[in-house]
């Protein structure tokens, strides 16, 4: 690989939007100033740091504009996404109305060219291309509003550029988000085991899940690595099936009578226990009125003792022995939307956090860390995070590991073609650069058959990537055991870590390769019937527009 850092160089335009105006204007200096707010830039030969404040003018975002790029002849592009994937992540060619969340690769013939900013920017960025240049947006809102910085000054973003040449796409998207993240935290073993989410779906019990246990364990017999044993939602003390899944988070309900016993039970049974929680979503009545979001009622973060109890409630479930903690729905919790609604802002106007001086993205920062930092408290380092419908960008460094797709299945096979391998395939360059990535389970419950589900799980732990299997007992065969067993071996170590060779021709790669260790796998990810779908769809592809 011949790598050549860019010079980011400053921008031809910039708009400034706040809650009374916008205005457009030419960039002659290295500050611009317009009333009482400054957005300055620190230039280097390596990066292009974006500086914002303001006294009293409320900001909603800027707009930066570079013009006469060339980009070279069939030109292809790759973004990421907001939040999780949604079956939607592919190499396309030019398009202008297309937004790309916090980095882009352009990739031609000869080389594969870079944008991005680093991560834990204080923006939410985007990126959009055209013939004539590019632009990068920076929503710096709190919540739907323009953000109150009282003087404050923060970076906004780092932004990075680099050319690659002599590699392929996937060997330059892989280096740049090594580029984009210096600090990951990651695991100090190969995670992989069982969730019971996707054959359980929430109705489970403290019996339901030692039975579970006892599975994995048969399934994982005389594998040193000890597997995990995530309890999904169904163990919260107000649990209601396809009601409620929020909180509170103290105890568990009738089914599950002693979370700590249980956790102790796991441990001596030989596995590792993990649990999930909806930390946000909560039906305490001790909380207070001013702790909770106006648009939602959802926990808002950014009141000290909101934050506080939050932390609370992550160190007692370390305290109860569980050494995995997957956190969910926080962004659609605290934005009100989930990734393919966001077109192209993360939320609506007309709302703002409890702290009006801090961005969106700095309030997802504060819940990441705070997060984290309670489990590092409570557990002396030893908890992993997972984050799930989380925002991976602002994550990295606060999580080890992600989810980065939408839910796969236990029921229909082409939900989990759809969601799991495209979000394994554009989301691997982003494993072990940002965090580990969870691609979602392998679910077992005899509604998929069993060759397209050991195809799934093949793939998954051939990819070197965290393995989740949710299998309900007894469904597999003798020959079926032993198939998945092997694969969970394989699991176990994370020693391959196959790429998808094809992923500039197709939303689902079938072919993968681990050339270190001579693997080749060529998988059929289709069904001999045909695709099956929804004809009434609520789903759509975002993208920038001036119509509704």
């Known amino acids: 690989m011949l790598k050549n850092i860019l010079k980011v160089n400053r921008p031809d335009f910039i708009e400034l939007t706040t809650e009374t105006k916008t205005v457009t204007a030419k960039w002659e200096n290295d500050d611009y100033n317009l009333d009482d707010i400054n957005v300055k830039l620190n230039q280097d030969n390596e990066h292009l740091a974006i500086f914002l404040t303001a006294q009293t003018s409320k900001v909603k975002w800027i707009k930066l504009r570079w013009n006469n790029l060339s980009w070279d002849k069939n030109v292809r592009f790759l973004g990421d996404a907001w939040e999780r994937g949604y079956g939607d992540m592919e190499w396309k060619g030019m398009n202008p109305n297309r937004f790309m969340p916090w980095y882009f690769c352009a990739k031609s013939e000869a080389k594969s060219i870079c944008y991005g900013v680093k991560v834990r920017p204080s923006a939410m960025c985007f990126w959009q291309v055209d013939s004539l240049g590019m632009t990068l947006f920076l929503d710096v809102r709190c919540g739907g509003s323009g953000v109150n910085l009282k ?94 899944n929020g909180g509170p988070w103290t105890k568990g309900n009738e089914k599950f009578p002693d979370m700590k016993a249980l956790a102790d039970k796991l441990v001596q049974k030989g596995v590792r226990p993990g649990i999930w929680v909806r930390l946000l979503l909560n039906e305490d009545e001790n909380i207070k009125n001013e702790w909770r979001l106006s648009h939602n009622n959802c926990i808002d973060p950014t009141n000290p003792e909101a934050l506080n109890y939050i932390k609370e409630d992550i160190k007692r479930i370390c305290n109860w022995g569980y050494t995995l903690i997957k956190h ?221």
């Not at 680099?162 to 988000?177: L, N, V, W």
């Not at 364990?217 to 169904?234: A, Q």
Request: charged share 25%; glycine share 6%.
């Open 151 to 244: 003087g404050r000054v923060i970076k906004l973003a780092d932004v990075i550029a680099c050319e690659m040449r002599d590699c392929t796409s996937f060997e330059a998207m892989q280096e740049f988000c090594g580029q984009m993240c210096e600090d990951p935290i990651l695991p100090k073993y190969p995670v992989y085991g069982s969730n019971n989410w996707y054959y359980a779906y929430g109705k489970s019990s403290e019996s339901e899940i030692l039975a579970d246990c006892d599975y994995i364990l048969n399934l994982t017999k005389d594998i040193e690595n000890k597997p995990y044993m995530v309890i999904d939602d169904c163990w919260q003390e107000h649990h209601r099936l396809n009601e409620y």
């Open 328 to 548: 969910d729905f926080s962004t659609f919790d605290l934005f009100g939307k989930w990734g393919f609604q966001m077109s192209p802002l993360v939320t609506d106007d007309g709302w703002h956090f409890y702290d009006d001086s801090l961005t969106s993205a700095e309030v997802v920062k504060l819940l990441y860390k705070a997060i984290l930092d309670a489990s590092v408290e409570a557990s002396n380092g030893e908890a992993l995070i997972l984050g799930c419908n989380t925002i991976g960008h602002l994550g990295a460094g606060y999580m080890h590991i992600n989810r980065t797709g939408d839910d796969t299945s236990g029921v229909i096979w082409e939900r989990t073609r759809f969601m799991g391998v495209n979000t394994l395939a554009f989301r691997l360059p982003q494993h072990g650069k940002f965090y580990e990535i969870d691609a979602d389970c392998v679910g077992i419950d005899g509604g998929i058959s069993w060759s397209m589900n050991k195809q799934w799980a093949d793939v998954l732990a051939k990819s070197g990537t965290p393995l989740f299997i949710s299998v309900r007992p007894n469904i597999l065969d003798e020959t079926e055991k032993q198939e998945l067993h092997e694969i969970l071996k394989v699991a176990s170590k994370q020693e391959y870590h196959v790429i998808p060779v094809d992923w500039e021709e197709t939303t689902c790669p079938e072919h993968w390769q681990d050339k270190d260790h001579d693997i080749d796998c060529k998988y059929q990810w289709f069904e001999e019937t045909g695709l099956k779908f929804n004809p009434n769809s609520i789903r759509y592809q975002t993208f920038l527009a001036m119509v509704e």
